[in-house]
């Protein structure tokens, strides 16, 4: 198990007046980096024997006043029944911190741009520190895999507790996977993260506090998924219980006797039909059956707790059944309340940022804003870093269209190839990213891999659009009717049409490289949607050309293989295939029969994801990934690119991100829950 382990301790100043006994303590960081660059954790035993004092705890003095904002919540009992008997002891970057205060964020819909956001409030059995390589404890205390890495057991916090003050086992997370992951009435199929080799787990509980992974195939993976994604492998049995057929002969009455129709649809009203976090709550979709409601949102362990939903917003108060404490026992979170406005025009979201309104985003705000938010730093209040990106604006034509003719033409590589070589990456990157971006092509892995040859990065990207034409030509796109456009080889007109949004990459990029497919004959009209209409049309499959962010690091994949195998991606993000997803979900019995190099493909990723890494096995399954999906140029490339990060002055022990990234779960590493604002 890798840890960031104790070197020592030193004194911390503590600012105005203390909240709690025993003094704070930072540990020497034992990369050499300057002290507090990178996060250090320890158990409540190991850190004690570091400082040499014995830890009193200390809470919000509003934390009572909080919790009787959440509905079915009981009186507090005293904070000692409420920490686990091993809270994570976090040591804060700059110092300790002092409560309160409304830590305000803007998103661009529900469940569309929300994600910066629930990254601020999110927890799993895992994370990354903030070096981006270095997997820690969280919610777990420990784990250790067996030789093999068929085998994986974690260790839970004795006595931690939902946010309702129900106890948190092991229980909760074998009920995740066998009652919700593993029940088709929740989960239409499963997941590739919740499989190894193809098939399901056992999950069992060996105790409270102990919980057993086993694997049918190696999956050292598994640890990643549960570091850097926004899924919980944990959810609370005790509440869910009631209304779970599998669990509960009386699940369907109980249910019925709150005016929903059985027990999974209550479920659903909570959990929703998918493992996002950000589903709508009750208090958006209950209606007059919200009042008979046991709770308005379901118990988590997250840092805070939604307590109000509408269609403009949530407010969120804190946990005060949280697992952490900072380095002078006071628990976590520091802020007390979280407000989330949602806000789709990003012209109204820049203005909101340049008024200091916000207290920090970095989802969704492009390149091309980055100029004018710089300029209005001193008068804002607020702080811009650019920073480098891991995904980039990735393109894809829909293989499977139920417009025949455009399948056809899109199913041939010569025609992915043409339209690669008629994007002018350098004119992308000069205009869009003001020429600090990298122009690139789509090889899956991101950043590359030493062991991935760079010629694939730079596969079929050369602006050629004398090129891209004799392609077009070649397949029988030319201009049959006289009028200056290509037509299909059947003689109808062929006209792209791109529907877009900005959540995904500026308008000025899909401009650019519809401008672009224009000029080589292929007519393409665009237009901007929202980031939910959009996602509603790809999975409708009535879509030409999708784009979204796309790459994962080497290590996310292998924990989860989505991007690998139809329709290469998840709902919120970039798909095409949807029919040869539908093929091979049904056993050949619907959907369309994918072409025999998707099938080859999944073999090399079963390969990766059951290899340990850094071996030959390893590495060659890798390089061939990357040889059959870059070479099929099934998606298409565009510039890597930084972008900002904004925060405000106001908000402390933030520290300088390594990256603007979703793929280690935006605000994740940097532990939010030691943030504090200074009004």
């Given at each position: ?5 104790l ?11 203390a ?13 050499g980096?300057?002290s ?7 158990d ?15 809470e919000?003095?509003?934390i ?20 686990p ?8 970057y700059?110092?300790?911190?002092q409560y ?10 529900t469940e ?6 629930l ?7 895992f994370r ?9 404890p969280?919610v777990a ?8 890495f068929?085998?994986?057991t974690?260790h ?23 009652n ?9 199929e499963?997941?590739?993260y919740?499989l ?5 787990m056992?999950v069992?509980?060996?105790d ?10 190696p999956?050292p ?8 994604t926004?899924v ?13 057929p599998a ?29 996002w ?13 919200l ?11 997250e840092?805070h ?7 403009e917003?949530?407010h969120y ?13 006071n ?5 007390s ?11 109204v ?20 804003q980055?100029?004018?938010?710089l300029?209005?730093q001193?008068k804002g ?5 650019v ?5 980039s ?25 043409a ?26 892995f ?15 990207i050369?602006?050629d ?10 397949i ?7 009028d200056?456009d290509?037509?299909?080889p059947n ?28 000029e ?14 959009y996602?509603?049309s790809q ?9 979204w ?11 989860d ?11 919120f993000?970039v798909r095409?295939g ?24 999944k073999?090399?990723?079963?390969t990766?994801?059951s ?16 040889e059959?999906?870059?070479?099929q ?14 925060h405000?002055?106001k908000?402390?022990n ?13 605000t994740?590493?940097?532990r939010?829950?030691?943030w504090?604002?200074?009004?």
């Open positions: 198990m890798k840890r960031i382990l070197s020592g301790v030193a004194a911390l100043a503590l600012p105005g007046a909240l709690a006994a025993c003094p704070a303590v930072t540990v020497a960081d034992p990369m980096v300057a507090g660059t990178f996060p250090q954790q320890y409540l035993a190991e850190f004690q024997s570091a400082a040499g004092c014995t830890m009193d705890f200390a919000n003095p509003a009572g006043d909080l919790n009787a904002r959440i509905k079915g919540n009981p009186a507090l009992p005293p904070l000692a029944e409420r920490l008997s091993e809270p994570l002891v976090v040591a804060p700059d110092g300790i911190g309160g205060g409304q830590f305000d964020a803007l998103s661009n819909a569309s741009g929300t994600s910066d956001f990254s601020v409030r999110h927890v799993n059995l990354y520190s903030d070096d981006l390589q270095t997997v820690v969280n205390k420990s784990w250790e895999w067996n030789g093999d068929t085998q994986l974690v839970l916090r004795a006595g931690h507790k939902w946010s309702d003050g129900a106890p948190f086992t092991a229980a909760d997370v074998v009920f995740w996977y066998d919700l992951m593993m029940d088709t009435n929740v989960m239409a499963p997941k590739d919740a190894a080799g193809g098939k399901p056992k069992e509980a060996v409270d506090t102990t919980v057993r992974f086993t694997l049918e195939a999956k993976g598994l640890i990643e998924t549960f570091s850097f926004y919980q492998p944990f959810q609370p049995k005790h509440f869910f219980g009631q209304f779970h669990l509960d002969a009386n699940a369907d009455a109980n249910a019925q006797a709150l005016g929903y129709e059985n027990g999974y649809e209550l479920i659903k009203a909570y959990y929703g039909n998918s493992d976090m950000d589903t709508p709550s009750p208090m958006l979709t209950a209606g007059d059956k009042a008979g409601l046991p709770k308005d949102t379901m118990p988590t362990l840092s707790i939604l307590v109000k939903e509408t269609t917003g949530r108060v804190a946990n005060p059944y949280f697992f952490q404490v900072d380095t002078a026992g628990q976590l979170p520091y802020i309340e979280m407000d989330e406005t949602y806000v789709g025009d990003e012209e979201r820049t203005l909101k940022l340049l008024n200091g309104e916000v207290d920090y985003k970095s989802q969704a705000v492009n390149l091309t980055a100029p004018v938010l300029e209005g001193e209040n607020y702080t811009v870093d920073k480098p990106g891991i995904a604006a990735t393109l894809t034509f829909n293989v499977t269209s139920e417009d025949m003719g455009k399948r056809a033409v899109f199913n041939d590589v010569r025609f992915r190839t339209m690669s070589v008629a994007i002018d990456r350098d004119q992308l990157n000069e205009v869009v990213a003001f020429g600090l971006g990298t122009p690139n092509q789509y090889i899956g991101s950043p590359r891999p030493d062991f991935i040859d760079e010629k694939w990065s730079n596969h079929e050369a602006f659009p004398d090129r891209a034409r004799a392609l077009l030509d070649e029988g796109l030319v201009d049959k009717d006289g200056g290509r037509d299909l003689g109808d007109p062929f006209v792209l049409d791109w529907q877009f949004s900005t959540q995904a990459s500026s308008s000025q990029l899909v401009e650019l490289i519809a401008q672009n497919w224009t080589v004959g292929v007519t393409t009209t665009i237009k901007e949607v929202t980031s939910d209409e996602r509603s999975s409708a499959n009535t879509l030409d050309v999708m784009m962010g796309k790459g994962q690091p080497a290590g996310s994949i292998l924990g293989g989505e991007i690998w195998v139809p329709p290469f991606d998840g709902y993000d095409t949807m029919l040869w997803a539908e093929w091979i979900s049904s056993n050949g019995s619907a959907g369309v029969e994918p072409p025999a190099w998707v099938a080859e493909l073999g090399e990723l079963d990766y994801q290899s340990a890494p850094g071996t030959e096995a390893s590495i060659a399954a890798a390089q061939k990934m990357v059959i999906m870059t070479g140029v099934l998606f298409i490339g565009t510039i890597n690119a930084p972008a900002p990060v904004y405000s002055n908000l402390k933030f520290p300088e991100f390594k990256t603007q990234s979703y793929e280690f779960y935006r994740y590493p940097y939010p829950a030691q504090w604002l200074s009004e």
